[in-house]
């Protein structure tokens, strides 16, 4: 892959949400067995999230998607799904207000991206999982999260979004942390579809973080027009560390 094509669509007819969504029911439903096939017979995975949400898609140079991820706003209640699934040690009350707010979601790099060679499927043939590896690709996994991420930032700064919400493991939030993507844990670790913690980061704070330990960085984040030489230089430093089967929201990666 020479180069990615990344832009953001809210349309829930689009073309590129349904291939997006075609590809959570993959993730979710048959890879993972996170849901029931059987709750999804048109083979797509979507939610009561779907139509507020912010929806990034990361695509090829080919018009093939990559990778996708969704920034979720809060519901009626005023209360992001992580917030029903997860204990806070913060009161509301000292929780930022929600409609400055939104929670990352279904973040996913498509499978012939993430795999490590030595991963096995369970119920394939030695064949099928060679054909996995095809192209050895993995190691443009970060350089794919790190485009997604710049897409959140861009909408988020479009449309006065302070603050991220996220549920995700230990070795993501050390691993986002030594890129100064800095995010608080707010609760304690709780079991949903894994042992996973809830997390905030302050963008401003992050803004500033990122800008002392690598401006080029910040510059690439806030340019979206640029070729992005910072993320490959950020994917060369090290393959991204990806497990069999990812996790809900943003548990996937462990970034570099």
Known sequence: MNQLV???????SSRA???ALQLRYQVYCLECNFLSPDDYPDDIETDEHDEGAAHFHAFDAGDELVGYVRLVR????LLFPLQR???LTAPRAELPAPHQAAEISRLMV???YRRRRGDRLSGVTAEQNEAAFAGDRRHEAP?????????MYAYSLANDIRYWYAAMERP???SLSRLKFGFDRIGPETDYYGPVAPYLADLRRLESQVGAHDPELLDWLNQPDKMPEVARRHADRGPAKVGACPKPSVRLLQLL
């Open 6 to 12: 990344i832009h953001a669509e809210r349309a829930v």
């Open 17 to 19: 949400l349904k291939t």
């Open 74 to 77: 809060p519901d009626a209640d």
């Open 85 to 87: 699934q997860c204990s």
């Open 110 to 112: 498509r499978k012939d």
């Open 143 to 151: 350089q794919i999260l790190l485009s997604l991420y710049r897409q």
């Open 172 to 174: 993501l939030a050390r």
